[in-house]
């Protein structure tokens, strides 16, 4: 028996990357997971693969009736929720605001947090009674970026600090019914997309050059996949393991506290 038999989780964006891989270790910890993805084929796969143990919902994070379909799939097929796993984003590539074209800036904005933050709020709102008939717990996928700067650009970033503020807030407001935390993971081999103008046909996990770049920086000096994050999901999920926690994001990055600050160019006093 696992740490979450018994337990039905939901979990948006369940198809692909860390969300593939929060589904695949909460199946084998012994939970039920409904899989909220929008590719279709991404969703028949993790289906497949987890037969009896896996339902998927396709739609889109952003219309509020997809996430009222998840939550009911998850009482009709499975007959409860306990966990809520909030984990669709989009990046938007660093890009400077000095590099955003001014008129298109309000539509890159308005999808990036769209999906980034709005998604969650609507994935939350659906499923919160369910939640607090279990005493149930929240987790939501922030990033490193939540924390520091220079892991993507102002939108991406902002909208990542934006997730920390609603893990605090919404663990004020549940409480004390709900637990609600996020995992804050690093630079990570997934295919996380950009917003549609800013690099929306990129995957990350292709991004070679970029990922090797960033495993410099990190003190553990290599850049994580998504199977080394899941035992967080997991112990957060676990009211044996983490029920005296709520309003705390768990940073999963490889070290970057420890990294010290980002040598400062000298100045011209200080040239050789």
Do not use: W
């Amino acid at each position: 028996m696992g740490r979450m038999q018994g337990q039905v989780a939901l979990v948006t964006g369940g198809g692909d990357g860390i969300g593939r891989a929060v589904v695949g270790r909460y199946v084998r910890e012994g939970a039920k997971v409904i899989v909220l993805e929008r590719d279709k084929r991404l969703a028949e796969e993790v289906e497949e693969r987890y037969p009896e143990r896996v339902a998927a919902v396709i739609g889109d994070a952003r219309d509020p009736a997809t996430h009222v379909a998840a939550t009911e799939c998850a009482l009709t097929v499975f007959g409860r929720l306990d966990t809520y796993v909030g984990n669709v984003g989009v990046y938007d590539y660093g890009a400077k605001l000095d590099d955003l074209e001014l008129a298109e800036l309000p539509g890159n904005f308005h999808e990036l947090f769209a999906t980034n933050v709005l998604g969650y709020l609507l994935g939350v709102r659906a499923a919160s009674s369910a939640l607090r008939a279990n005493r149930g717990s929240v987790i939501l996928t922030g990033s490193s970026s939540g924390s520091y700067a220079g892991g993507g650009g102002a939108l991406y970033v902002a909208s990542k600090h934006a997730v920390v503020g609603l893990v605090r807030q919404l663990a004020y407001e549940f409480a004390p019914d709900v637990r609600v935390n996020g995992i804050a993971p690093g630079a990570t081999r997934t295919g996380l997309t950009g917003v549609a103008a800013l690099g929306g046909d990129r995957r990350l996990r292709e991004e070679t050059g970029l990922l090797d770049g960033i495993a410099k920086t990190i003190p553990l000096g290599f850049v994580s996949e998504p199977e080394h994050h899941t035992g967080l999901y997991v112990a957060l999920a676990c009211p044996a393991d983490t029920g005296f926690v709520t309003g705390a994001v768990l940073p999963s990055d490889g070290g970057l506290e420890v990294r010290g600050r980002r040598a400062a160019r000298p100045t011209a006093l200080e040239q050789p």
